[in-house]
Structure formats: structure tokens, C-alpha cells
């Protein structure tokens, strides 16, 4: 398992110097070197690779780790291996309070946006858990399901409504709704980057409960674990991570459902292997789509949310064939 | 020693009462076993007994306090209880299985100690498991499967071990080996058994203690012997039968008549 974990990493650091490489131009590995530790204020190279490369390599490690533990979390909190992130409503409440934001107030200042999301992600995120919940308990994970899927509905229709009014908020949102780690300015973005860090470190104490989680509510319960509390720190976490991804990137589509399940297939049965695996597997997979999307179209962009829908939906469909397979 | 009683509990889901005013004392280090129609509460009982569902009114006691009361950690040292139809991680193996069942005896400064392994591993013994233990647990057969969740129960270590249907869906055989790996726990460490079961022949056979439960209330308990009699079926289950001495086993065995009354 170590080992494992060991070569995720590797092909972590592998990606993310693929990814300060690639593009429109170029570099080689000593450049990149030489930009990130001893660079010098006039030249080109440097000042692309620090100014736009990097951030982008950033948001798409953490964007990509925290899209995966998060998804990793849902599942085991819903029970349902074909769960993900967006299911708590985040990702549609946060795109409706930014479309909000742009069409109605004209709100033009990245802060205001970054804020407005997470607090949308944590709004719809909270009144899903709410509708799910009965007394002190969640009462069942299907509840949990129904509620996002409803939620997501609505706060959709609305953001459509609206974009269809306000056509030029469409330009200025079309961003979010492709799902994009590029032209992130790092001094934007830090609190997002930070916030989504610290969440991840408050994840690890919570694996070894996740275990006795996954045996089922009953199960828990009956060898003492406080199965309410960790559920709610679980969706806070959920939030955090996911909140912040969208929050820089947007809707970006089967990061948070399919690195699970490839994670989990290279790993033992346990949550303290699974969070670092997802993590580290989760970073590596949206650095490759952000690389395979910034050079497939030269000189143009394929957004990165689009390059992991397109990788993502056959193995989605995979995923579900092979699981019908098990059932049946 | 720990006893389990329950008083004036009241409880039931959405506006319907289940269990009211129910009065119920376990006797200790022995096997105790709910019987009842369908929907008549003791799966419910089982449950409030575990501290699964919160009563209404009325408490559930461990050693005269409070149930919902002390810390569910502390609970979880001298209870156990294993669920009806329990389902296992996909791909988790017996042994980690098994291990989740020392939960409560773990802390943040000592995550895993040789004493968890030793009881581990006596529980993968007592079960019979030891040769399976790092199979997956989705591999075995459901008799298997039962007896690595009772695994993990002994495991937990606790002196009280409370069992919501242990037997269903398993062949007879396998009934039967779930039900004397309980009674072997019973006679050998004295644990305190409650479970429910169906079968009312197998709950004469290995209760020492059968409570009957019926619209929401104890409605008869004791010895097999004096509880299970053609009257006390009929009232119970509502099922005319005849009731004869087990020539074998010398406990009552109920011929249930349903609609071929013989003459």
C-alpha cells in the first residue's frame, strides 16, 4: 500500500512538471527549474511559466485532489458508489449565486465571485442535508440523493432563466459552466487554495471512523462511533472541498466520481489508503486533461471541465455496466 | 456484570406507537429470545435496547442507568449488537472486518494494540475463520458471512451481545451452527445473549429465556416450558397448533395446524 501511494506521488510530480512544460510554447525542465527558484524579472520564459502556468498547475492539483477526496467521501456517506460531490446541490447553488451576482447586481469583482460561490455551495449544501435529516439522525442515504437531485433542478432552472434574459452574463459566467483551471491569478486565489488544504488535512483523523462508517449506520452505532457527528463533519468537509473547487474552476464534470473508484481498485479497503490515494490520483488525472486540453486544439483551449467529461463519460458508463453486471 | 431492562419505554416511527409503556428485565448470563408475530415491535425492542432509536418516554437501562445517558463508547464496551442483514464494504476483508469490532476499545494515542490483535484473533478462532481471514467478505457463503459479523461482535469483547434475526436466510444447518456458536459464548464466558428469532422450535431449543411480544407489550415470558403452550401461540401469533415434547431435547416443539386441522 505504501509503495502504491509512493508511485501516486511520483506520477503526481510527473504531471504537474508536464504541466508547467506544455502549451502554446514549450519549456524544458531546466527552465522550469530555473523559473521557480532563481528567476529573472525580464525574461519571458520565466514570467509565463510564474505568472500562468504555475497557478494554473496549482488550481488544477488541488482542484483535482479535492474534487476526489470529496467524492470519495460522498459515496461512503451515501452508501452509493455512483455518488458525487455535486449531488449535495454544491456545484448548482454555487453557479446560481454567481449568475445572481453577474445579472442581476452586476457584480464584476473575482472576490465577490469566489465568496458568492462557496457561499452558494454551502447554502444548497445545507438545505439538502436539512430536507435529508429527521430529528438528530440523516434519515437515509436515499433522502440525501432525492433532495440534491431536487435542489440541483432548481437552482438550475433559475440560473437559466436568468442567463436567457441577461445574454452578456452568459459570456462572463461561460466560464464556470465549462469548468476551467486557467487565468487564475494566484493572488486571487490563495484564500481558495488554503481553505481547500486545510480541509483536506482535517479529512485524515476522520479515515480510520469512515471505516466503521462504510459497515453501515447500525454497525457504527453499535460499537460506539457517533455516527450524527461524524456525518456532519463529513458534509462540512464535503462542502469546504468542493465549494473551493468550483469556487476557482467550476463545473467540473466525473473528477469527484470516477477517481474513487480507480483509486479504491489499487488500494486495500480503508480510508486511511483511499483519502492520500484520491488525493494524489485526483491531482494527477486534472493536470493530464488540463495538458491533453491546452495542446489538442493548438493554438485554442479545450476547457478542462470538458476534457473530463469527455474521458469521464465512458468510464462512467463502464463503471455502471460493470456494476449491473455484479447485481444481477 | 451487566444487566439490560428496559421501563416504560415508549417509542414508534412517524405518529404510530410500537412499544408502549413496555416493562422488561433480562436475566443475566443468559440466552434471552424475542418472539412475535410480524411488525409486533420486538425487532424495535432489540433496537431501543441497542440505543439505535431514542424512546419517546420510559428508558432503557444498562446496570440501572440510563442508556442515552452515558457516552455511546462506553456503552459500546459492554454491548454489542449485530444488526439485521448487516451488509460489508465491498472487497473488505474478515480480518478488517472483524477489527472494526475493537472500535471502542481504540483511542487517538493507541490506534491498534496487541490486545486488539489477540482478540482478533480469538474471535477468528471461535468463529472458525482463522483459515478465511483475509478473504473478502462478499466471497463467502452467507453462513460465513453471518459468522464473520458474529466475529466481529465477540471481537467487541463485550459481556452483553444483542442479535436482531442472526438465523434469516440461512439453511437449517447453518442456522444451526450460528446458534450453537451463540450458545457455546453463552455457557463458556457467560456472555448475556438477546436475540429475536423466527423459529419458534429453535427458540424453545436454545433459549433458557423466551419473551413473547405482542401489541406493543411483553405479553408472556419465561422458560420455554411455560411460555410456549397452545394458548399462548394462539394469542401471540394468532395460529392454532398443537404442542408436544421434543423426544430428543425434552423442550416444547409447536406443530403449527394453519388450515389442515386434524381431526
Given at each position: 500500500m505504501r509503495r502504491r501511494l509512493w508511485l501516486f506521488a511520483v506520477a503526481m510530480l510527473g504531471a504537474s512538471l508536464l504541466s508547467l512544460m506544455s502549451g502554446a510554447y514549450w519549456f524544458g525542465p531546466l527552465t522550469i527549474w530555473q523559473a521557480l527558484w532563481s528567476p529573472s524579472p525580464t525574461d519571458v520564459a520565466d514570467l509565463l511559466i510564474r505568472t500562468t502556468r504555475l497557478p494554473r498547475t496549482l488550481v488544477a492539483m488541488v482542484v483535482g485532489a479535492s474534487l476526489a477526496v470529496a467524492g470519495c467521501m460522498i459515496q461512503t456517506l451515501t452508501r452509493n458508489p455512483l455518488a458525487s460531490p455535486g449531488l449535495l446541490g454544491i456545484n448548482a447553488g454555487a453557479l446560481l449565486v454567481i449568475v445572481s451576482l453577474v445579472s442581476v447586481w452586476t457584480v464584476m469583482s473575482p472576490w465577490a465571485w469566489y465568496a458568492g460561490a462557496l457561499l452558494g455551495a454551502t447554502l444548497a449544501a445545507g438545505i439538502v442535508w436539512w430536507v435529508a435529516m429527521r430529528g438528530r439522525s440523516l434519515s437515509g442515504p436515499l433522502h440525501l440523493v432525492l433532495a440534491g437531485a431536487a435542489l440541483t433542478a432548481l437552482c438550475n432552472a433559475f440560473s437559466q432563466a436568468l442567463l436567457?434574459?441577461?445574454?452578456?452574463?452568459?459570456?462572463?459566467?461561460?466560464?464556470?459552466?465549462?469548468?476551467?483551471?486557467?487565468?487564475?491569478?494566484?493572488?486571487?486565489?490563495?484564500?481558495?487554495?488554503?481553505?481547500?488544504?486545510?480541509?483536506?488535512?482535517?479529512?485524515?483523523?476522520?479515515?480510520?471512523?469512515?471505516?466503521?462508517?462504510?459497515?453501515?449506520?447500525?454497525?457504527?452505532?453499535?460499537?460506539?462511533?457517533?455516527?450524527?457527528?461524524?456525518?456532519?463533519?463529513?458534509?462540512?468537509?464535503i462542502v469546504l472541498l468542493a465549494g473551493t473547487s468550483v469556487a476557482m474552476a467550476g463545473n467540473i464534470a466525473f473528477v469527484g466520481l470516477i477517481v474513487p473508484h480507480i483509486a479504491k481498485g489499487w488500494l486495500p479497503v480503508d480510508h486511511r489508503a483511499w483519502i492520500p490515494g484520491c488525493a494524489l490520483l485526483g491531482a494527477t488525472l486534472l493536470l493530464l486533461a488540463d495538458v491533453v486540453g491546452r495542446v489538442v486544439i493548438l493554438p485554442g483551449e479545450v476547457p478542462v471541465g470538458v476534457m473530463t467529461a469527455l474521458i469521464g463519460a465512458p468510464v462512467f458508463v463502464a463503471l455502471i455496466r460493470r456494476q449491473g453486471v455484479r447485481h444481477a | 456484570m451487566t444487566t439490560v431492562s428496559a421501563h416504560a419505554l415508549t417509542l414508534g416511527y412517524q405518529r404510530q406507537v410500537?412499544?408502549?409503556?413496555?416493562?422488561?428485565?433480562?436475566?443475566?448470563?443468559?440466552?434471552?429470545?424475542?418472539?412475535?408475530?410480524?411488525?409486533?415491535?420486538?425487532?424495535?425492542?432489540?433496537?431501543?435496547?441497542?440505543?439505535?432509536?431514542?424512546?419517546?418516554?420510559?428508558?432503557?437501562?444498562?446496570?440501572?442507568?440510563?442508556?442515552?445517558?452515558?457516552?455511546?463508547?462506553?456503552?459500546?464496551?459492554?454491548?454489542?449488537?449485530?444488526?439485521?442483514?448487516?451488509?460489508?464494504?465491498?472487497?473488505?476483508?474478515?480480518?478488517?472486518?472483524?477489527?472494526?469490532?475493537?472500535?471502542?476499545?481504540?483511542?487517538?494515542?493507541?490506534?491498534?494494540?496487541?490486545?486488539?490483535?489477540?482478540?482478533?484473533?480469538?474471535?477468528?478462532?471461535?468463529?472458525?475463520?482463522?483459515?478465511?481471514?483475509?478473504?473478502?467478505?462478499?466471497?463467502?457463503?452467507?453462513?460465513?458471512?453471518?459468522?464473520?459479523?458474529?466475529?466481529?461482535?465477540?471481537?467487541?469483547?463485550?459481556?452483553?451481545?444483542?442479535?436482531d434475526e442472526p438465523t434469516s436466510f440461512l439453511d437449517l444447518t447453518h442456522q444451526m451452527e450460528v446458534l450453537d456458536l451463540l450458545r457455546d459464548l453463552n455457557r463458556r464466558e457467560g456472555k448475556t445473549i438477546v436475540m429475536v428469532l423466527h423459529d419458534l422450535n429453535l427458540a424453545c431449543r436454545y433459549a433458557d429465556h423466551i419473551v413473547a411480544v405482542r401489541q406493543g407489550g411483553v405479553h408472556v415470558q419465561g422458560a420455554p416450558k411455560e411460555v410456549i403452550t397452545k394458548e399462548r401461540v394462539k394469542e401471540v401469533f394468532n395460529l392454532t397448533c398443537r404442542i408436544i415434547d421434543d423426544p430428543f431435547f425434552n423442550t416444547p416443539l409447536c406443530i403449527p395446524f394453519g388450515k389442515d386441522v386434524p381431526g
Open positions: 436567457v434574459i441577461d445574454q452578456q452574463g452568459l459570456d462572463t459566467v461561460l466560464f464556470w459552466l465549462a469548468g476551467s483551471v486557467a487565468g487564475r491569478p494566484l493572488a486571487t486565489i490563495w484564500p481558495l487554495i488554503s481553505l481547500a488544504l486545510i480541509a483536506m488535512l482535517c479529512v485524515w483523523p476522520l479515515a480510520r471512523s469512515m471505516n466503521v462508517l462504510a459497515a453501515g449506520e447500525a454497525v457504527a452505532k453499535g460499537v460506539g462511533l457517533r455516527v450524527y457527528r461524524l456525518q456532519a463533519m463529513m458534509v462540512i468537509l | 410500537i412499544l408502549d409503556r413496555l416493562e422488561l428485565t433480562l436475566p443475566e448470563r443468559a440466552i434471552s429470545v424475542l418472539v412475535g408475530s410480524n411488525g409486533c415491535g420486538k425487532s424495535t425492542l432489540l433496537k431501543a435496547l441497542a440505543r439505535l432509536i431514542e424512546p419517546w418516554e420510559g428508558r432503557v437501562c444498562l446496570d440501572g442507568k440510563a442508556i442515552n445517558r452515558q457516552p455511546t463508547r462506553t456503552v459500546a464496551k459492554s454491548l454489542s449488537l449485530l444488526p439485521q442483514q448487516p451488509e460489508a464494504p465491498e472487497g473488505i476483508t474478515v480480518r478488517q472486518l472483524v477489527g472494526l469490532g475493537r472500535h471502542p476499545h481504540q483511542n487517538w494515542f493507541e490506534q491498534w494494540s496487541e490486545a486488539d490483535e489477540a482478540m482478533v484473533q480469538r474471535a477468528l478462532l471461535h468463529t472458525g475463520l482463522n483459515t478465511l481471514s483475509e478473504r473478502a467478505v462478499d466471497t463467502l457463503s452467507g453462513g460465513q458471512r453471518q459468522r464473520a459479523w458474529i466475529a466481529m461482535a465477540i471481537a467487541q469483547d463485550t459481556p452483553l451481545m444483542l442479535l
